[in-house]
């Protein structure tokens, strides 16, 4: 007769379902990575802000304390730390924003 044996389809089925679970380890795997990537991406970002904030309050401290600047330079200097916090916080809600559209998409 030569047909396919009843063995033999029983391998092809043990075959499919073996890559089929490969597939999906595989799957899983990659979203275990992608999950890790946010937790770091946020992890940075939040680094990034409080660093920044930190590093500007000392900025800040030392600029009031240093009695050789002039009210121009000082005044000149408050707008440039003013500019660079808003600059700071527009990235910062700009990347937070990307994260949590990548954790809950659209």
């Known amino acids: 007769m030569g047909g396919t044996s009843?063995?033999?389809?029983?391998?092809?089925?043990?075959?499919?379902?073996?890559k089929?679970?490969?597939i999906a380890a595989d799957v899983r795997n990659d979203f275990a990575k992608m999950e890790k990537l946010k937790a770091d991406s946020l992890k940075k970002t939040e680094e990034m802000h409080r660093s920044a904030d930190q590093d500007l309050e000392?900025?800040?401290r030392e600029m009031v304390k240093n009695t050789d600047l002039a009210p121009e330079?000082?005044?000149?200097?408050?707008?440039?730390?003013?500019?660079?916090?808003?600059?700071?916080?527009?990235k910062y809600v700009e990347l937070k924003s990307r994260i949590?559209?990548?954790i809950v998409p659209k």
């Open 58 to 60: 000392k900025l800040d």
């Open 100 to 102: 949590s559209e990548a």
């Open 73 to 90: 330079s000082r005044q000149r200097l408050t707008v440039e730390m003013a500019s660079a916090r808003n600059e700071i916080q527009q």
């Open 6 to 18: 009843e063995r033999e389809f029983a391998e092809k089925i043990r075959k499919i379902k073996e």
């Open 20 to 22: 089929s679970s490969k």
